[in-house]
């Protein structure tokens, strides 16, 4: 008989808001909510792609038309056009010259309109829609389609220019990323869908891509080209990729059944909120946020991920707590400019993931060590790799600064549902996980040993509290061999979630 846990502790008022959906009233009395997670989410998500938002029928005044009839219409008239032109693309399919490098270069300003049922195609041909360094240019009701842009390259805002906006535009089918990412770029209302690699590479050759906002997509079926089996180890796929982005709002966004992680925030990320999304069947995790810092995680709906990639790992016998929430080096850091100073998770519902949240730290990863798989990249404390070897590593402020850290993460308020059967799991798809890998590499690293795993598990101020707990949950501290109940995890020296309710099944 499995044991059955009740703790009833800590501001039970605030817990229901997790069964309601609404904020707590203060003052209100204690009650432990009782529904399951609402369905509403799910009827509001943005469910473009099924039936994309129309153009204007007409050319809006002013416009220059774009003829589906000529081969290249759009951009020789691209070329002919001065800066800040309309261009209103008519119904039909629009092509390219048939040269692999053809494409349009917009001017500054330039909108492009697709009138409804507009499609630019790229026949498996062309590999770039949209490129160029021209700023602020907007790409709207658009169907882009069949480019084939090389792996980590993407086919509209190909050159990553600044101020973009891609709004009610579909996105699919094409090799490479649907889109790259500028600064102050804008992607609303769209669906990128069933494309090679990603959905959206946000990566900038040069420089850090700020003020980025994704808001109110849908993002399905990307990474059709299973590029982690082709590059083993790669992480290069996912719905999105975030690379040295430096404030991002991701809200609103459906994203699901991507091969891989549906969003991947990874290396020297910072100020993010990710924030009313539903995030949900893709094979990996739902989100990972590696090797980064500073973000709000809240009011998401995150449910049956990593089923595929997880059970891949359970099935060889991998004991590491694989987790749909996967913070990898990341956590909160004052010095680092952003609107919160640590990494808070809260009033998300997960439900039938395989595991819940892992927050991890290797030991072996940092500047200028060869675990470090952010290749020549150094945190964003150390502007100089170099320095970060001996002797000067081995103490303070280079011994804390040549490291990311998971630190400062606050996780409160949530719920986390579990249904095995649901799943179709036995083991290994029920963990928390707070820990770190026994230090060993290379041979001189000042981070040998344990030390990084007693820092994660108790002095780098991770916490838990406040959750709401159904099912048959286990919690991994300190390194992979330490499983336990919720009565060790609470107690010392872990203790963790304080005020949590613990249950076995909804009404039990």
């Not at 993407?154 to 490479?176: C, K, L, P």
Request: proline share 6%; hydrophobic share 35%; aromatic share 8%.
């Amino acid at each position: 008989m499995a044991i059955r846990w009740r703790i009833w502790a800590g501001p039970a008022a605030a817990l229901a808001l997790l069964a309601t959906g609404c904020e707590s009233t203060p003052g209100a009395p204690a009650a432990e909510p009782t529904s399951r997670p609402s369905t509403s989410a799910a009827r509001s998500v943005a469910r473009v792609c099924a039936k994309p938002a129309a153009g204007p029928a007409k050319a809006p005044p002013g416009a220059v038309t774009v003829d589906p009839g000529v081969v290249g219409d759009l951009v020789a008239k691209t070329k002919k056009s001065p800066a800040n032109t309309t261009f209103w693309l008519r119904p039909g399919k629009h092509r390219l010259d048939p040269d692999r490098y053809a494409q349009v270069i917009p001017k500054k300003g330039n909108r492009y309109l697709g009138a409804p049922g507009a499609v630019l195609d790229g026949g498996k041909t062309n590999q770039y829609a949209f490129g160029g360094s021209a700023h602020d240019v907007t790409v709207s009701h658009l169907t882009v389609q069949r480019f084939v842009a090389p792996p980590d390259e993407g086919v509209v805002n190909h050159d990553s220019a600044d101020g973009w906006v891609i709004e009610y535009a579909t996105i699919r089918r094409n090799s490479g990323a649907g889109l790259m990412a500028g600064a102050r770029q804008r992607v609303r209302a769209s669906c990128l869908r069933d494309n090679g690699q990603y959905g959206m590479n946000a990566y900038k050759a040069k420089g850090r891509i700020s003020g980025l906002v994704v808001e109110g997509n849908e993002i399905v079926g990307n990474n059709t080209g299973d590029w982690e089996r082709r590059r083993k180890g790669c992480g290069c796929t996912g719905g999105i990729k975030f690379w040295a982005v430096d404030g991002a709002d991701i809200r609103g966004n459906w994203v699901h059944d991507n091969r891989g992680t549906g969003l991947w925030a990874d290396t020297n990320n910072n100020d993010f909120r990710i924030e009313s999304n539903v995030i949900e069947a893709n094979d990996g995790a739902a989100l990972i946020y590696e090797t980064s810092y500073n973000a709000v995680i809240r009011k998401n709906t995150i449910r049956r991920n990593n089923w595929v990639e997880g059970r891949r790992y359970a099935d060889r016998d991998d004991n590491f707590p694989y987790a749909t929430v996967y913070l990898s080096e990341s956590g909160g850091e004052p010095r680092v400019k952003a609107r919160t100073s640590k990494i808070e998770i809260y009033r998300n519902v997960l439900e039938n993931n395989w595991s819940g949240i892992t927050l991890w730290e290797n030991a072996d990863r940092f500047c200028n060590s060869p675990a470090n798989t952010s290749s020549g990249d150094c945190t964003l404390l150390v502007k100089n790799t170099d320095r970060c070897a001996r002797p000067a590593i081995s103490k303070d402020p280079l011994y804390s600064d040549c490291r990311w850290k998971t630190q400062r993460v606050d996780i409160h308020h949530n719920r986390f549902v579990l249904d095995k059967s649901a799943v179709e799991c036995t083991v290994r798809c029920d963990r928390m996980a707070l820990l770190a890998n026994y230090g060993t590499y290379p041979d001189w690293s000042p981070y040998q040993g344990e030390q990084v795993a007693e820092a994660i598990t108790r002095d780098q101020h991770n916490r838990w509290h406040d959750n709401v707990y159904v099912g048959p949950w286990k919690f991994v501290a300190h390194d992979p061999s330490r499983v336990l109940d919720p009565g060790q995890w609470q107690g010392r020296p872990y203790q963790q979630d304080e005020g949590s309710i613990f249950r076995v099944r909804d009404g039990g």
